[in-house]
């Protein structure tokens, strides 16, 4: 092994490496010359690796950076070493008074997160798309392919180099800046991590580095991904957690994360990793094919995490629904505060795209939102970045359909225009108050984004064209895009005030299959969502917990929010029934079409 370099003009002789038997680390020393070769601030360079006679160029495990020439396309790692260090100003952030206990998180990718077609920077994220997620009212972001990653198209799942922050998007002083300006306006920031698998290419990544074909990864097919053509970390191997368990600490400690986003958990929990198989009974968790290392390793990231930085948030994205996942070790647990409730988004696309309004089964959807188990914490999403990409469609794009480009204008009668945004409302309200104890969103779907992403590629010309959000039109007044952002903003203000996700579960009060309406309550206020498809109901009876009197403090009809002011906010509504009698309290509402109504029963 060789240290090569634009130093030593790429001279795989100049510098060779030893071999400490002891520990097993190749190592070496550069003097300074009389001409001051040696590796500067800048400098380019890579190791030069030796395996059975045939020599490679790899990039180091550990570097901290790598940048791509423009013109050849190639990777190297390069020295890097600030003017000065990165002043942080973020001492006194606590990522617990951020959140409250009810994580609301915006999901973003910091190089489409510009309207112009091009890759957008760390720093005019934090600039410009920091303060909407502010304004409309998330606490937590979660940045996705910061890790450095060849293909820009991946989305950042498959990662090349795990301590370097991704180049193009600048530099690591530029992402220290968008986490020190996030904390600076009370948003816990978290990182999007794949410790699942890697990147297979050689030449900027990990696999095959010392010839044996296992170094950081299981030998032989176990090493592949069936489905993501990628490779297989083996957990077992002391190195690789030393490896990994360091990676955790070096994003908290140098960069100042909150936490992760574990991806592709269900795939390191078994070793069918999730592929064609159907989660049912106790069996389908445990035994032969639970891989036993993935699962300690993830014991001790959440372990190592919380020495670290106690408060951080740690988040599974997990499909199988294993038992103790998002329990503390000290139960027998993994150690992970919530799951991703991956179910969900699911369920509403299969609906949208299968189901007439008429046709839809409200038993099932609340089947949907309560199922998860109990004392396991969720994160409910109706989408995410999943559904926004090209193949697939947004909540938006199957409500609107031709729509969403020739009826957005606020005075446009269009009724199928109108029915989407009374159901974009509707989806994401049902999600948040009753789907789980945290909420996502992928950024531009809170405003109903008309378009999904698609990375540059050989088959759109490498177009950056949809790989872009267009926030000018969330800001245009005149289109509904700005009504549907306001409701997001007044639905998230609710269950920050009401701290709706720390009290629940909700609780079934009405579930009215043959009008489509559906009732319940959580935090103290009683929900009431008419799925029907066109006609109210004066006098509707709903079912309360307590008798009293109830005011409507947030409704989906108001005109703002693109609705059509059908109620009276200044109604005061008084229970029939209870205080000692035999019959319930209830209260009698006007619920019109397609509406959700939000009480709270007067102290």
Not at 126 to 143: C, E, F, H, M, S
Not at 520 to 528: D, K
Request: charged share 25%; with cysteine.
């Amino acid at each position: 092994m060789s240290l090569v370099g634009d130093f030593n003009f790429w001279n795989r002789q100049a510098d060779p490496l030893q071999k400490n038997e002891a520990s097993g680390i190749w190592e070496g020393f550069i003097a300074d010359d009389a001409n001051g070769r040696r590796p500067a601030a800048g400098s380019r360079y890579k190791l030069h690796v030796v395996a059975h006679g045939q020599g490679k160029d790899r990039l180091p495990a550990y570097l901290r950076r790598a940048v791509q020439d423009e013109q050849t396309k190639d990777y190297s790692a390069q020295v890097w070493v600030p003017e000065a260090p990165f002043a942080w100003t973020d001492k006194a952030f606590r990522v617990a008074t951020a959140t409250q206990g009810q994580p609301l998180i915006y999901e973003a990718h910091p190089g489409m997160a510009q309207e112009e077609s091009r890759v957008g920077s760390y720093r005019e994220f934090a600039d410009y798309v920091l303060p909407r997620i502010q304004a409309d009212g998330y606490n937590t972001v979660q940045l996705m392919a910061v890790l450095e990653h060849p293909y820009y198209g991946s989305f950042g799942y498959h990662v090349a180099n795990f301590f370097a922050p991704s180049s193009r998007f600048g530099t690591p002083e530029d992402l220290k800046y968008l986490v020190n300006e996030a904390h600076r306006r009370n948003i816990a920031v978290l990182l999007d991590l794949v410790h699942s698998h890697a990147v297979k290419n050689e030449a900027e990544g990990l696999a095959d580095f010392d010839g044996s074909g296992n170094l950081y990864f299981h030998k032989g097919e176990r090493g592949n991904h069936p489905g993501w053509d990628s490779k297989l970390f083996d957990y077992g191997r002391p190195e690789v957690q030393q490896f990994l368990l360091s990676n955790l600490r070096y994003w908290l400690e140098e960069f100042h994360f909150d936490g992760f986003r574990f991806d592709g958990v269900t795939s390191m929990l078994y070793h069918h990793h999730g592929e064609g198989h159907a989660f049912g009974g106790y069996d389908s968790y445990f035994g032969p094919q639970a891989d036993d290392d993935a699962i300690l390793y993830l014991m001790l990231a959440s372990t190592l995490v919380r020495e670290f930085k106690k408060p951080a948030l740690l988040i599974a994205e997990d499909m199988s629904g294993l038992p103790g996942l998002c329990r503390p070790i000290a139960d027998g647990g993994v150690g992970f505060d919530y799951r991703l409730g991956m179910g969900l988004p699911d369920f509403w696309i299969k609906t949208l795209k299968h189901k007439r309004d008429e046709d839809w089964d409200l038993g099932e959807l609340w089947h949907q939102l309560v199922n998860r188990r109990q004392g396991e914490k969720t994160v409910a999403y109706a989408e995410s970045h999943d559904q926004a990409l090209v193949g697939d469609k947004t909540l938006a794009q199957w409500l609107y359909g031709d729509a969403i480009y020739q009826h957005m204008h606020v005075q446009d009668g269009d009724g199928g225009a109108a029915r989407a945004t009374a159901l974009h409302k509707l989806i994401r309200l049902i999600t948040l108050s009753a789907g789980g104890e945290a909420y996502l969103n992928f950024m531009g779907n809170e405003f109903g984004h008309p378009e999904w992403i698609d990375f540059p590629r050989a088959g759109n010309d490498w177009s950056y064209h949809y790989a872009r959000r267009q926030w000018s039109l969330a800001d245009n007044p005149d289109l509904r895009y700005a009504q549907l952002l306001a409701f997001d903003k007044g639905m998230l203000a609710l269950a920050r005030e009401r701290r709706l996700l720390v009290h629940g579960p909700a609780q079934l009060l009405n579930l009215d299959h043959g009008n489509s309406i559906i009732a319940f309550e959580r935090a103290g206020l009683v929900f009431v969502f008419s799925f029907q498809v066109s006609e109210s109901f004066f006098d509707y009876a709903v079912p309360v917990p307590a008798a009293g009197r109830y005011r409507l403090v947030f409704t989906s009809d108001k005109p703002e929010f693109g609705g059509f002011d059908r109620l009276d906010e200044s109604v005061v509504y008084d229970t029939l029934g209870g205080g000692g009698t035999a019959e319930a309290p209830r209260l009698r509402l006007y619920v019109p079409s397609r509406t959700a109504l939000v009480l709270s029963r007067d102290k």
